[in-house]
């Protein structure tokens, strides 16, 4: 299973996540840069980010160098979440990205508050897949690297394959038992027609 790791991140603390997270994930990692960077300090950053997130304002982004969506099976998408909602970039990465709504896409959110809930409501109106796949939602996990955070980033590489394994098969299962279904019916009703055949074959004699 081939991985890439896409981010965004303002503060630090996303950056923080994903460089404890990719090694063990065994990822390729790709950052989006904005092509006008954001103040990460004061509270303008809150103010304009917020509102660019709640009104899905799309900055422009850099090229992303060397990402080829199709060399992946997995991409994780990873993001501060601002009110709510994924940060500005992001949402301009997932426009600039429409293949992403057919690709196993997770999460990995990082918040204030804990808050998470819109931003992954969000992205899966985007990318259906994103409310399958195994995801995280740390809250500030630079100034929150107690053991919660840690045991988080230590579990999370595994249970993320794990995970993934489990989908990939439930999803296999699914489709075996919906094809066995579609050649049961397809059966009875040859059965049906090779019935009715033999009973009009009679009828002429």
């Known amino acids: 299973m081939k991985i890439a790791i896409v981010y965004y991140s303002l503060t630090g603390n996303v950056r923080y996540v994903v460089e404890s997270v990719a090694p063990r994930l065994e990822a390729d990692v790709f950052e989006i840069k904005p092509k006008k960077a954001y103040k990460a300090e004061g509270m303008g950053k809150f103010v304009k980010g917020g509102m660019q997130a709640v009104f ?11 990402f080829d ?4 099976d997995v991409i994780i998408l990873a993001t501060p979440v601002w009110a709510g909602r994924p940060s500005a970039p992001m949402l301009s990465f997932v426009a600039e990205n429409s293949e992403l709504s057919g690709k196993d896409v997770g999460l990995i959110m990082c918040s204030s508050k804990g808050k998470a809930r ?3 409501k969000k992205l899966k109106g985007y990318i259906p897949s994103v409310a399958e796949m195994p995801g995280m939602n740390l809250v500030d996990p630079l100034t929150n690297k107690d053991t919660i955070v840690a ?6 590489p595994h249970s993320f394959i794990e995970g993934y394994k489990t989908l990939t098969k439930r999803r296999y299962d699914q489709k075996h038992h919906r094809e066995r279904k579609k050649a049961e019916k397809a059966a009875k009703r040859e059965d049906k027609l090779a019935e009715k055949d033999a009973s009009e074959d009679a009828g002429e004699e």
Do not use: F, I, R
């Open 69 to 72: 969506m199709d060399a992946y």
């Open 56 to 66: 899905s304002v799309l900055p422009q982004l850099e090229p992303l160098k060397g």
């Open 151 to 156: 045991k988080s980033l230590a579990d999370y």
């Open 118 to 120: 819109g931003c992954m």
